[in-house]
């Protein structure tokens, strides 16, 4: 199975579970959705109800294929204001 | 000038204004949003605000423009705190200018409203009995958690 490497940043909550900013992952994950599966097993992530995902630092959808190189983002529930 | 702009200083107001300022308008409206005390019956002595800055400015920007485009606002500007935030301190800023009075009304309550819901920036409230909490982040975690629970249970 193909593998490629992704840069995972993480903000909020997400960051506090992961302990990290952000990190090189080496992976199968295929779509945002998989990493997302991946990275919850490893860090035991919450599951927030309006979870959204960027992908090169632009929203995106949980089934595009990432492509090695690929920066992700997992966007739980924003509050600014 | 239509734009977003995220700030790890204080957010002084009367720069602000300036950039919006244009002839052809007759109308200014603003909305600040300060840090308040309580949020849902829990004392609140500091927040701080987190951003994922590259989407944040570009969403940020995208929602100015569309304000213009929706209420025909002639120029507007928001800026957003992010860092550590005591109670009182000024959160946000939107100014819009506009022709007239109504689509700067209009254009200001539609970029606050937004921002809120679009743009990737993150709340952390301290509350004064020590613990500290993402605002919109926990409780969907907690209802999560327990509907994980309950649906076991159910099984």
């Given at each position: 199975?193909?593998?490629?490497?992704?840069?995972?940043?993480?903000?909020?909550?997400?960051?506090?579970?992961a302990g990290v900013d952000c990190e090189e992952l080496?992976?199968?994950?295929?779509?945002?959705?998989?990493?997302?599966?991946?990275?919850?097993?490893?860090?035991?992530?919450?599951?927030?109800?309006?979870?959204?995902?960027?992908?090169?630092?632009?929203?995106?959808?949980?089934?595009?294929?990432?492509?090695?190189?690929?920066?992700?983002?997992?966007?739980?529930?924003?509050?600014?204001? | 000038?239509?734009?977003?702009?995220?700030?790890?200083?204080?957010?002084?107001?009367?720069?602000?204004?300036?950039?919006?300022?244009?002839?052809?308008?007759?109308?200014?409206?603003?909305?600040?949003?300060?840090?308040?005390?309580?949020?849902?019956?829990?004392?609140?002595?500091?927040?701080?605000?987190?951003?994922?800055?590259?989407?944040?400015?570009?969403?940020?920007?995208?929602?100015?423009?569309?304000?213009?485009?929706?209420?025909?606002?002639?120029?507007?500007?928001?800026?957003?705190?992010?860092?550590?935030?005591?109670?009182?301190?000024?959160?946000?800023?939107?100014?819009?200018?506009?022709?007239?009075?109504?689509?700067?009304?209009?254009?200001?309550?539609?970029?606050?409203?937004?921002?809120?819901?679009?743009?990737?920036?993150?709340?952390?409230?301290?509350?004064?009995?020590?613990?500290?909490?993402?605002?919109?982040?926990?409780?969907?975690?907690?209802?999560?958690?327990?509907?994980?629970?309950?649906?076991?249970?159910?099984?």
């Amino acid at each position: 199975m193909a593998r490629r490497k992704l840069r995972i940043e993480y903000f909020a909550i997400l960051r506090e579970r992961a302990g990290v900013d952000c990190e090189e992952l080496d992976t199968e994950a295929s779509t945002p959705a998989e990493l997302f599966e991946e990275l919850s097993q490893r860090y035991a992530f919450p599951v927030p109800g309006q979870l959204k995902v960027a992908v090169n630092d632009e929203f995106s959808d949980w089934q595009t294929l990432l492509a090695d190189g690929d920066s992700v983002v997992f966007i739980p529930p924003v509050a600014g204001g | 000038m239509n734009l977003f702009k995220l700030s790890a200083e204080s957010l002084r107001p009367e720069n602000f204004r300036e950039h919006l300022r244009d002839p052809a308008c007759g109308g200014f409206s603003t909305f600040e949003g300060w840090v308040r005390n309580q949020n849902e019956g829990r004392e609140v002595m500091e927040l701080e605000y987190q951003a994922y800055e590259p989407l944040a400015v570009k969403e940020g920007c995208r929602i100015v423009a569309e304000a213009s485009q929706r209420y025909g606002s002639s120029k507007a500007l928001c800026v957003h705190r992010v860092g550590d935030l005591a109670i009182g301190e000024l959160a946000v800023w939107v100014g819009v200018s506009a022709p007239h009075r109504d689509a700067a009304f209009a254009a200001c309550r539609f970029i606050i409203d937004e921002v809120k819901h679009r743009v990737p920036i993150w709340k952390k409230e301290h509350y004064s009995d020590g613990n500290s909490g993402w605002v919109n982040c926990e409780a969907c975690a907690e209802q999560a958690a327990n509907s994980r629970v309950s649906s076991s249970r159910r099984a």
